[in-house]
């Protein structure tokens, strides 16, 4: 049970997507701070009052104009990494619409340094789905050289993670160093806060790009980020942490749909499997290990973790794909202590951006968090995205087409 226990938060937690990791809080000090490093690339390669009968901003990519970047705050520099050369997104395996792609850079600091937020520029918004940044050193930079040279192509495939041999990460903190999803824009830490970057560390950029509403035709890509940072040395800040919340998905088909040949959830999981390979695929088996949860059709899912350690809430995202509803995460749910950390109501897929708490909240080892999603079926019939698609059961997924429960914790660890 322990080994199938580990290997659940192993492949668990290299898939999960998509929202802005660093951006715990706006607060502090914008005196700006006119110190802009050179280019880097790659060395190879609600405000109104919605209906809720209605989806918001389902479209799947966003049409909003790109967001100016904030000042620097007094200290910060920047560092601009981009992707060498441009890459053309397809279907590694044949099937499917969905590329994960990684990209690998580096920073070229001067020296260690504390990261202090991200603005990650996708280069085609018509196509890029989701991005994270990864933190690699040593053994694993070294892999990645190697998968990165190994392939004729910028990058290398990479679904699941990385991609790379010897990645681990861990759900109760993890390795990212930054994310961008439709409607995300410069993220920012606390003023205070920051996540510490070493001078020989890599930037591993995974790109998820969607092809589901591209109507044929080549289309590139080359996507980039910029990095805030300042000098680890005479800078004392808080660590921020990354605690991942996923919840299995098992929406069923709708009943007058409920004869199709993907409407079970081993024939979805099958699925999944032809178009992410086997490993990634087990993932929605996997959730409910994790979880302790039953296989079992609901448009509803929750997962509660204990937390393992003191920490202190600064910000909370949350991700699903386009059939989302609503998703909740709640420290102590069902307790006197019980608090709502986030709250979305009215799920937007074009509005993935995190949201600061008011007040940072203490918890304990012990203390319990839960995320909640719900999704719905018929959002199939109002969104361009699944024109002339079949239904089917919809299980966890890389693929925009497939669900996603994940509740995004940004946290300081008190011990």
Avoid at 131 to 139: E, M, P, S
Avoid at 243 to 250: D, F, N, T
């Amino acid at each position: 049970m322990r080994e199938r226990m580990r290997r659940a938060r192993w492949c668990v937690a290299g898939l999960l997507l998509a929202s802005a990791v660093a951006a715990c809080g706006t607060g502090g000090d914008t005196t700006p701070a006119d110190q802009e490093a050179p280019v880097r690339t790659a060395p190879s390669a609600p405000a109104t009052e919605l209906d809720p009968s209605e989806p918001a901003g389902h479209e799947g990519h966003s049409d909003a104009p790109v967001a100016e970047a904030r000042p620097l705050r007094a200290g910060e520099r920047r560092t601009t990494l981009k992707v060498a050369d441009p890459y053309t997104p397809s279907p590694p395996t044949g099937v499917g619409t969905d590329d994960y792609r990684c990209f690998l850079l580096d920073p070229d600091l001067p020296e260690d340094a504390w990261l202090t937020g991200t603005d990650i520029r996708p280069g085609n918004p018509e196509v890029v789905h989701h991005v994270i940044l990864f933190r690699t050193d040593g053994a694993l930079t070294r892999e990645a050289e190697r998968k990165d040279a190994a392939s004729p192509e910028p990058g290398w495939t990479c679904f699941g993670g990385m991609g790379l041999e010897g990645e681990f990460d861990n759900l109760d903190d993890a390795s990212w160093l930054g994310a961008w999803a439709p409607g995300g824009s410069e993220t920012v830490t606390r003023a205070g806060y920051g996540v510490p970057l070493d001078q020989d560390d890599r930037i591993v950029m995974q790109v998820h790009y969607s092809l589901l509403l591209h109507d044929g035709g080549r289309i590139d890509d080359r996507s980039a980020t910029r990095l805030r940072w300042k000098p680890r040395q005479g800078s004392d800040l808080g660590e921020i942490h990354t605690v991942l919340l996923p919840a299995p998905v098992e929406l069923p088909c709708r009943p007058e749909y409920a004869d199709g040949p993907l409407c079970s959830h081993d024939a979805s999981v099958a699925d999944v499997k032809s178009r992410f390979g086997e490993g990634v695929g087990q993932t929605a088996n996997l959730l409910h290990l994790l979880c302790d949860s039953e296989v079992a059709p609901s448009d509803t899912t929750t997962c509660t973790r204990r937390v393992q350690r003191p920490m202190t809430v600064l910000g909370v995202a949350g991700h699903m794909h386009l059939l989302g509803r609503t998703i909740t995460v709640e420290s102590n749910a069902g307790t006197p202590d019980e608090q709502r950390l986030l709250d979305v109501p009215i799920w937007n897929f074009d509005d993935q951006a995190a949201r600061p708490v008011e007040e940072p909240v203490r918890l304990d080892a012990g203390d319990t968090l839960t995320v909640t999603c719900r999704h719905d079926q018929s959002l199939r019939d109002l969104l361009p995205a699944f024109a002339g698609t079949e239904e089917k059961y919809v299980v966890w997924g890389e693929g925009s087409g497939d669900e996603m429960c994940l509740g995004i914790v940004q946290a300081v660890f008190e011990d």
